[in-house]
């Protein structure tokens, strides 16, 4: 019998496994239901190919993006490996063709998006068929708290449970936070997960705050310039922000495409062209660009804006480096950024309340990496659920400034904002609790009597975006909690602590303007 070994070689020319590839595999191939949670990069793919050329009859790989799907064939048929998908850009004669030859078992794999499950017609197809294993990717989809919630999904998790011919399920996503990872094995009935290191130690993650859209375009230009040799990603907020940012890079020589949700079909699919056989330097894109591209030379990977949260931030910068060489990824921050972010939420369909509350949460963990002082690598493995040491190489741990005592400044923040809630009960905004602090409160806000409070104008002499960015810190490095439509302030077990003397508050001078213009090739 060929061993899984044996094919990781004759298929793939690997030599060995990497972290969790095996024990997704061996868990498959035993019939249990499988979660794989891998960062992107880590070789999902391979683990449910494997046990689809191992296991009799056909596996079924449900995956939601077509530009995907196409990517995965296309490899797997270069490497001898018979896959087919069945999918909306496939004409009726030739998927009738395909779903025969499915049926003859001249395929091991075919691909579909989800919906196909909801024709009656295909529906009782796949129910004739030896279907072993049925293969859900970027499952996280399905999870309420996963980055990319689609509820349809979940239909076609009902249509693949109620399958006759009751095949194994696995499914697989690189972003899955201790509550997506509930969500998942209860939705899916997993028994057994496998979960692989959430850190990238090749990625020296960096941000960079301050500035103005302006000095953001010189950057990307810069960067672009400075490392000729490079492929990388640019990321914007907005479609229009795009279409600037490209043409302003081809302006100044650089080949860049566009790519987002706004342009015609076959227009994005030769812009992914392009950048797949690296026809162009630089891709500059919306977030509708990257899941699934299989693309493993991206060097760098610059946001010109903050990303609504860590999920979805983690998913795009680890289209970087996944050939594990070193890497770049920069955040280009600003405070306006997440104005932007909260609009989005505002705004988007089938609003919740609990959506809401969702979005608004995620949007403050971000925002609170922006603002950390600590590991950048860390602070995003801890929202995974997972503990390391400081990774040595992002723009926090490489930050060479002097460390100063900010304790006392912290007390007077922390001690206004409990006073505050003992005199008002309620928890109280960051602009509010600026405001007492200023001794500046507005006059519809007189009724409160915080203007009494022996803490009102404490830090007068500080300016407002500095008390502001040292309230930002103070959530971000845990000793105040955020929650809330309004991000109500409260304090927590650590904020207690600096209260009673017990803990001191370090931390380096808040960065306001000043870009360091360094790029990579001058590291
Ligand atoms: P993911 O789907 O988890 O983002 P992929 O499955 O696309 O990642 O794999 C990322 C890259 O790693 C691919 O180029 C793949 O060929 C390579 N890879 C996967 N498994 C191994 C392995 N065991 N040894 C070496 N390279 C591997
Ligand atoms: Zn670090």
Redesign the pocket.
Known sequence: MTTTKEL?RSV?G?????EG?EAIIDSVLLGKRTLGI?????????TYQLPAMLLPGTTMVVSPLISLMKNQVDELVAAGVPATMINSGVTVDEIKKRLTDIKNGVYKLFFIAPERLEDPYFYRFIQALPLSLVVIDEVHVLSQWGHDFRPSYLASVDLIENLSNKPNVMA?T?TATQKVQADLINILAIENTVKTGFARDNLAIKIEKGLSQQEKFDFVIAYAKNNPDDIGIIYAGTRKLVDETSELLVKSGISARAYHAGMLDHEREAAQDAFLYDECQVMVATNAFGM?I?K?NVRYIIHLSMPGSIEAYYQEI?RAG??GLPSETVLLASARDAQLQRFFIDNADNQTPAYRQRELAKLQEMTGFTATQNCLQQYIVQYFGEQIPPCGICSNCTDTRELLDMTLAAQKVLSNIVRMGQLQAGNYSKTQVVAVLRGKLAEKMRWTGFDTLSTYGLLSDWPVKKLNQFIDYLAADGFLLVSGEYNGLRISDKGICVLKSEQSVMMREIKTTQPIKKTRSQN
Request: zero cysteines; proline letters at 4%; hydrophobic letters at 25%.
């Open positions: 990781l793939y690997y030599d060995s496994f990497r590839q891998m960062p992107t990069g880590g070789g999902k793919s391979l697989l690189a699934g299989n493993t680890g996944r050939d």
